[in-house]
């Protein structure tokens, strides 16, 4: 048995391929299918050259489902020794298509049992408790008060260390006297990572834009400069979910002669990955 | 009697030299013992060592040199999000029903959860009290532009399949909706709560169509008193996953 990667065509350029064949058909003339040919052959090559992983089964046997589910029924077992290339991933599961061909969903639990070519361990991380502590992104919505003002928020936030993460915060606030939309960018640091419940403190700044009520006669709209500081906590959930509750103290850089002055509290499901 | 005396004793210092010459030679008896050495310095013993390595090469039976393969994982591609649109109808309250369109980009986190965005507009039609009063607009045509957008979580419940025919078979799967969002309808824009189930078929892995009903709840004092509506949209829509 010689273990190789082998090199095949990726599903997703075969779809674009597939796409801009169906462009190319409907809006060129016929005189122009030399030059289509080419381009996919182009496509060909670039495709042929992106590789597959292959694993190897060290199992008495790889189980492969229809689906990427629990209920799903498993229907083909790849045998111990024999090898499976991994086509991609989605969530705890895995497209693999062993060596005959058949093309069915492993789970990630059975996967890590598999080995590399050169026999070590095929490592990929997992969604738990040591992936809460260290991981690169996190993605979350959620909803609060914004200064009296319903707050619905979503956040993305990419993870420099394992105690220091960069986010960026979109919202939407809807009150009384005024709706807005706010946009901003800051640091969050967790103190404790390891820990389950962890503090964390937040700063940043960005920008918000207020339109008064049409019920109110207020000035007109108005974008302004905002920054903040804030203190609060996450928890990690179960999987790949966590909690996070935290307080921002906001000062908004007004035209006026005043800086104005808001609280913001917010509770947000997010997940990290 | 003298010279035979002499012979004697020379033949006997002439054995003793050879026979002890002989036995300095070959050690005896002390050949089987281990030679004992002059104790040396230790930095004598390392350069006799560094001397005994360079020049003795022992020829070996296995080589150990062997070159080791290395692999160079290629990156897994991960298929966790879907984007795609459809349309629809949307009920809104006291202004009928309408089409409507919307977008949406869901992200997959585990097999039983899911984040869903979504945004979609649609246009009000004409209360009743409209229509029947003749020539009463309550609202312009552009305040009855209904854009709506909410962040969701959803929960996949009844994961299963469908058969069509003998030989085809693909994943279905109902799922539950609930979030939070905002509608712009009439001038004003409304935080919404939103409550919904969807089912989706997959007739192969990267491509699903959904079926989804969504109630998107809010107050509105459009009518005079503050109250809450209930807007029902009914959607088929297509999504990819990538």
């Known amino acids: ?103 069915g969903w492993a789970r990630a639990r059975d996967m890590r049992r598999t080995k590399l070519a050169d026999g070590s361990p095929f490592f990929f991380n997992l969604g738990d408790r040591a992936g809460f502590t260290s991981h690169d992104w996190e993605l979350g919505i959620g909803g609060g008060d914004y200064g009296g003002a319903n707050l619905i928020n979503a956040y993305g936030a990419y993870s420099l260390t394992d105690n220091m993460a960069v986010e960026l915060t979109l919202s939407q606030f809807l009150g009384n006297s005024s709706n807005g939309y706010k946009a901003e960018l800051g640091l969050i640091h967790v103190i404790v990572p390891e820990w389950r419940v962890s503090p964390i403190l937040e700063l940043g700044t960005g920008i918000v834009y207020t339109e008064p009520r049409a019920t109110i006669v207020l000035p007109q709209d108005r974008t302004d400069q905002t920054a903040y500081a804030g203190a609060g906590v996450r928890a990690y959930l179960t999987r790949r979910f966590f909690i996070r509750a935290d307080y921002r103290w906001h000062t908004i850089f007004t035209s006026r002669d005043d800086n104005q002055e808001l609280e913001e509290w917010k509770v947000v499901i997010a997940c990290f990955f | 009697m003298e010279s035979r005396n002499r012979l004697l004793l020379l033949t006997l210092v002439l054995s003793t030299t050879l026979g002890l010459g002989g036995c300095s030679l070959l050690h005896w008896p002390f050949h089987k013992k281990p030679k004992v050495e002059a104790p040396q310095t230790e930095d004598q013993a390392a350069a006799e060592e560094e001397a005994e390595d360079a020049d003795s090469t022992p020829p070996r039976v296995i080589d150990p040199n062997v070159a080791r393969r290395k692999i160079k994982v290629p990156k897994i591609d991960n298929e966790n999000w879907e984007i795609g649109a459809g349309m629809g109808f949307m009920t809104i309250e006291d202004f009928g029903t309408s089409s409507t369109y919307a977008a949406q980009i869901n992200y997959h986190v585990t097999e039983d959860f899911f984040f869903r965005a979504d945004i979609g507009q649609s246009t009000a039609g004409r ?56 509608v712009k309808f009439a001038g004003d824009n409304r935080l919404t709560i939103n409550l919904g189930a969807g089912y989706r078929v997959l007739p192969t892995d990267w491509l699903a169509i959904h079926l989804g009903v969504q109630d998107r709840v809010f107050d509105s004092d459009l009518l005079g008193e503050t109250k809450v509506t209930n807007n029902i949209e009914t959607l088929l829509s297509a999504t990819v996953f990538f």
């Open chain 2, 127 to 182: 209360t009743s009290f409209e229509t029947l009063g003749g020539n009463i607009e309550l609202l312009t045509g552009d305040e009855r532009r209904f854009t709506y957008y909410s962040l969701s979580l959803g929960y996949n419940f009844l994961p299963g399949e469908v058969f069509l025919g003998r030989k085809l078979a693909m994943n279905s799967g109902f799922y539950l909706l609930g979030g939070i969002g905002s």
């Open chain 1, 1 to 103: 048995m010689e273990p190789s990667i082998t090199t095949t065509r990726s599903r997703r350029l075969r779809r674009i391929s597939f796409a801009l064949a169906l462009v190319f058909a409907c809006s060129l003339p016929v005189a122009s299918l030399a030059k289509q040919t080419e381009e996919e052959k182009a496509a060909k090559e670039a495709a042929a050259q992106e590789k597959l992983l292959q694993v190897f089964v060290s199992e008495p046997y790889l189980e492969l489902s229809t689906g990427p589910g629990r209920g799903y029924p498993v229907f083909h077992v790849v045998e111990r020794e024999a090898s499976v290339d991994v086509l991609y991933r989605r969530t705890d599961w895995f497209k693999v298509r062993d060596e005959q061909g058949v093309e």
